[in-house]
C-alpha cells in the first residue's frame, strides 16, 4: 500500500511525464494542422507533400504517446522510469527529420536520466545550430546562392559536429556540481562559436567555465537552480529556443542567404505559388517571401530590444529615483509620467512618426516614449519595497552614499520584475512594429520587415493569401515565443513562487 | 447644531491648514473673509509675548553654544575615525557648528513653547486667531456671505469620499491638459511644413504665408499652444488643413463608432474571459485549465490586423459568411471587428482572472471560510470572486485605453471610418488640428473611464474606503 503511495506520488512531481504528454498533444495538433491544409475543399486536391508531413507528425505523436503509456507504467509500477524506456528516446530522436522540435527536445530529455543545465543548454544549443543548417539549406533550390554560401554552411555544418561531440562529452562527464578541470578548454571554443548569434552557446560555456573553475559551490547550485526552473516549462524553454533561433538566423543570413533576392524586383517571377526554389512564393515584385521573412528577423529583433531596452533604462532610471527618494520628488516624476500615461502608445507614436517622419530609428524613438511609464511605475513599485528592507537600513547606518546605496543595493535587487516586463513586453514591441508597417507608418516599405510583408499580402488576399498568412505566422510565433519565455522567467524569479 | 458645524469646520480646516497646496487654495477661496479678519487680526494682537519669549531664551542659552559645539566635534571626529575618513579639524569645526546652531534653534523654540503654555498663554498666529473665531455662532453669521466659497470648500473637505473624487478630478484636468501640451508640442517641433504639402511644391511664398495666417501658424508658440488649448476645450478646433472641414464635427461624427465597437469588445471579453478565468482558477493545472491559458496566450500574441486578415479570408473570402467591411447599420458586419478587437483583451482578462482568483483562494480568510463549513462553491461566490474583480476591473480601465488607440490599426483592415482610422489618414500632411483633436479626445476618454473605476472603487473597496478615512 505504501509503496504504491510512494509510486503515486513519483507520477506526481515527475517532470518529464507532463512534458510527455505535452508532447504527443503538440505533435497530433501539428499534424492535424498538416492534415487540413493538405486538402483543398474547394477543388478537391490533395497537396501530397503536406499529407506527408501529416503523416510523419501523426506516427510521431502515437510513438509519444507510446512512450508516454509506458512511463506512467514505470512510474507506477516501479517508481522511476525504467532504462528501456529511455531507450525509445534514441527511436524518438529520428523525429528529428520532419522538424519536429518538440518531440526531439523531448527525447533528448528522456535519454539522459542525469539533468544538468549544461545537457540542456548542450542539446538545445545543436538543435539550433541544425534548424539553422536546415533553414539556410532551402537555399539549394534556388537559381542562384550568395557567394559565400557554400564556406558559411561549411563552417556551420562543421560548427554543428563540434556541437555534437561537445553534446556526448558533457552528457558523460559533467556532474550536479562540478565537471572536470580539462572541459575549460571546450568550454571557450564553445564561447567563441556563440559568434553565429547562438546564445546557448554562451550559456553552455560560461556555465562549463563556472563548473570547471570555480569552486563556489553555493553560486553553481544557485545557477543550476535558477536555469533547472526555467527549463522545467517546456513552453518557456521552446521559446527560449524559437527566439534564439531567430537571432541566429538574422546573424547567419548575411552570408547564407542573398538579399538580392529579398529586395529586387524580378518581373519574371511574379507572384509564383509556393515551390522548392520559393518555399513561401513570391510577392508582386517578384521577391521571394522566404528570404523577405527571414531577414524581417533582424529588424523585428533589433527594433524589439531597442525599444524594449531604451524605455526600460530611462523608466527604471525615472522610477528609481521616484521611489527611492522623498514624497515631493516621487510626486513631480510619477505625476509628469501619468501624462505620457494617458496617451496610448500606439496613438502617441502615430503622433511622433506623424510629426517627424517614418523610418526605423523613429519608429523605435516613438514606440521608446510610449512605455517609459510602464516600467518606470515597475521599477518605482520595486524600489519602494527594497529600500524598506533592512540591508538596505544598515548600508545607510555605515554610512554609504545614496548614489552607492541605489546603484549597489537597491538597482540589483529589484532588476528580476525588470527582465520579466522587460520579455514580456518585447512581444507588444514586435506586434506594435508590424502593426505601424502594416499601416505604412513604420519601417520604410523597400526594407523587408514582417509589417511590410503583410501589407504587400493583404492586398492580395484574395488570390494570394501565402502572402499575408506566412508573415504572420513568423510574427504570432516570435510573440509568442517572447511570452511564454516571460511567463516562464515569472515563474522561476519569483520569490513568491518558491 | 451650530457647535457641530463650527466643530467640523474648524477640525477641516485645521487639516487643510496642515498642507501648503490646501493652505494656499483656503485662503484663496476665503479671500475677502481673511483679508477682513486679517486687518482685525492685526490691530487686536496686543501683545508680543511669544517674540519677547524667544529673544529671552535665546540670551539665556548663549552659554550651551559652546557645549553644543565641542559636543557635536567630538562626535563627528569619532565618526571619521571609525570610517577611516581623512577630514581636516577646520572641517569638522565647521559642520559642527552648523549642527549646533540648528540644535540651539529648535531647543530655544521648544524652551519658549514650554514656558508659555506655563503661563497660560498660547502662540499667537493668524491660523490661531482665525480658528477661535470660528466658535462663535455670531461670527459663522456674519461671515457667511464673504466666506461662502471657502465654507462650501471646507465642506466638500470634511468628507473624504467627495474630497478624494474632487483630488482625482483635479488630477485628471492636469494629465488632460498635459497630454494636450505634449501633443502640441510633438506636431509643432515637426520638421515637415504643412503648408507646403499641401499647396505643393510650386507655391508661392505668398500663397504659403496666406495659409499659415489663416490656420494661424505664424503666432508664436505659445498663443498656437493657448489656441490649441482652448479649442479643445471649447469643441472649436477650427477646419483640418487638407480639405478644410470642421475637425470638431468631423471627430464627432467619427468618435461613436470607434466607441461601440471598442464597448461591444469590453462587453465580449467581460462575458467569456470571467467564466474562463474562474473555471481555469479552481482547477489549476489541469487540462482544461491548460488549454485555456494555452488559447490566451495565443490571443495575446496575434497581432490585430493578421487576425483580421484571416478572419476576412476564412469568413469573407472562403466562406462567404460575413461582410469583409464595416457598413453602419449592418450588425452582421460589426462581429468580425468587435471580436478582433477584443482578442487581446479578452485573453488578458482571462490570465488576471485566473492569476487574481488563485491568489485569493490560498489567503487566510477563504481557509476560514472552508473550516466553518462553507460549500466550496459558496466559498467561490461569497468571498473570492467578487474580491478576485477588483484587480480585473483595474485591468480593463487600463487595457481599455490600449484598445482605442489600437483600434487605429482593426479599423484600417475593416476600412471602418472611426477616429482611429481618421487619424492614421491625417497624419501623412501633418494635419496639425485633426491628429491633435483625435488623440486628446481619445485621451480624455480613457481618463474618464479610469477616473470612473477609481471613483466606483472608492465606494466599493473597503480597503480603500478604510485608506481613505485615516488619511
Known sequence: ?498 | MKLGVSALLKRTFLEAHGRAMYRFLLYLTGLPLHLLVYLFYLLKRKDRTYAAMMAEVEWELADDRINYVKEYEGQLLRKAEFFEEKRSREEIHREAVKLAEARLKEEAARRADERLTQNGVRKETYAAYFLSLLDRPLFLVASILPGIVMYCWLFLMSNPFLKYIMERLVQSVFVIIGVGILVFSILYISPFDPASNILGESATKEQIAAFNRIHGLDLPYLHQLWNALRGIVTFDLGSSFAGSEDVASSIKNKFPVTFTIAMFSVVMAIVIAIPVGILSATRPNSFLDTTFMFIALIGLSIPNFWQGLIFILNFSIKLNWLPATYSPGNVWSMIMPVIVLGTGLTASIARMMRSSLLEIIHEDYIITARAKGLSKSQMLWKHAVGNAMIPVITVIGLMFGGMLGGAAVTEKVFNIKGIGSYIVDKQFIPDIPAIMGGVVYIAITISLVNLLIDILYAFLDPRIRSKMKQS
Open chain 1, 1 to 498: 500500500m505504501e509503496e504504491k503511495l510512494k509510486n503515486r506520488h513519483a507520477l506526481a512531481v515527475s517532470r518529464e511525464y507532463p512534458q510527455a504528454n505535452f508532447t504527443w498533444i503538440i505533435s497530433l495538433i501539428l499534424s492535424l494542422i498538416f492534415l487540413g491544409n493538405s486538402f483543398s475543399f474547394k477543388t478537391g486536391d490533395m497537396n501530397m507533400v503536406l499529407f506527408a508531413f501529416f503523416i510523419a507528425y501523426l506516427t510521431t505523436a502515437l510513438f509519444q504517446f507510446f512512450i508516454a503509456w509506458r512511463m506512467k507504467h514505470d512510474l507506477l509500477g516501479h517508481g522511476e522510469i525504467r532504462k528501456g524506456t529511455r531507450r525509445l528516446g534514441y527511436v524518438q530522436l529520428i523525429s528529428l527529420a520532419t522538424g519536429n522540435v518538440f518531440a526531439a527536445a523531448f527525447a533528448f530529455n528522456i535519454i539522459n536520466k542525469r539533468k544538468t543545465p549544461e545537457y540542456t543548454f548542450a542539446v538545445y544549443m545543436f538543435l539550433t545550430q541544425l534548424f539553422v543548417i536546415a533553414i539556410s539549406a532551402m537555399n539549394i533550390f534556388k537559381p542562384y546562392v550568395t557567394d559565400t554560401f557554400p564556406v558559411a554552411m561549411a563552417v556551420l555544418l562543421g560548427i554543428a559536429l563540434f556541437h555534437v561531440a561537445v553534446l556526448i562529452i558533457v552528457a558523460k562527464s559533467v556532474k550536479e556540481v562540478e565537471a572536470p578541470r580539462s572541459l575549460g578548454v571546450v568550454a571557450v571554443i564553445v564561447l567563441l562559436t556563440a559568434v553565429t548569434g547562438n546564445i546557448f552557446a554562451l550559456l553552455l560555456g560560461w556555465s562549463l567555465l563556472l563548473k570547471s573553475m570555480s569552486n563556489d559551490r553555493s553560486r553553481i547550485m544557485k545557477w543550476n537552480v535558477m536555469w533547472e526552473k526555467i527549463t522545467r516549462n517546456s513552453m518557456a524553454a521552446m521559446g527560449m529556443f524559437f527566439i534564439i533561433l531567430m537571432l541566429t538566423i538574422s546573424v547567419v543570413s548575411r552570408f547564407t542567404f542573398d538579399y538580392d533576392l529579398a529586395v529586387a524586383n524580378d518581373y519574371g517571377n511574379i507572384l509564383q505559388q509556393p515551390s522548392l526554389a520559393y518555399p513561401f512564393g513570391t510577392d508582386n515584385f517578384g521577391r521571394d517571401v522566404f528570404s523577405r521573412i527571414v531577414f524581417g528577423a533582424r529588424i523585428s529583433l533589433i527594433v524589439g530590444f531597442a525599444s524594449t531596452v531604451i524605455p526600460a533604462v530611462i523608466g527604471g532610471f525615472l522610477g528609481g529615483i521616484a521611489g527611492y527618494y522623498s514624497t515631493r520628488t516621487d510626486n513631480v516624476i510619477m505625476r509628469l509620467l501619468d501624462i505620457l500615461y494617458a496617451i496610448p502608445g500606439i496613438l502617441l507614436a502615430i503622433a511622433i512618426i506623424a510629426a517627424f517622419g517614418a523610418n526605423t530609428m523613429n519608429l523605435i524613438i516613438a514606440l521608446s516614449v510610449g512605455s517609459i511609464p510602464t516600467y518606470a511605475r515597475t521599477m518605482r513599485a520595486n524600489v519602494l519595497m527594497v529600500s524598506n528592507y533592512d540591508f538596505v537600513d544598515s548600508a545607510r547606518a555605515l554610512g554609504t552614499s545614496d548614489m552607492s546605496i541605489i546603484f549597489k543595493q537597491v538597482v540589483p535587487n529589484s532588476m528580476a520584475p525588470m527582465i520579466v516586463k522587460s520579455t514580456l513586453t518585447i512581444g507588444g514591441a514586435v506586434i506594435a512594429t508590424s502593426s505601424l508597417s502594416y499601416l505604412g507608418l513604420g519601417v520604410e516599405p523597400h526594407i523587408p520587415e514582417w509589417g511590410n510583408i503583410l501589407r504587400v499580402g493583404s492586398t492580395y488576399l484574395e488570390s494570394h493569401s501565402y502572402l499575408a498568412v506566412f508573415p504572420g505566422l513568423a510574427i504570432i510565433l516570435l510573440v509568442l515565443s517572447f511570452n511564454f519565455l516571460g511567463d516562464g522567467l515569472r515563474d522561476a524569479l519569483d520569490p513568491r513562487l518558491d
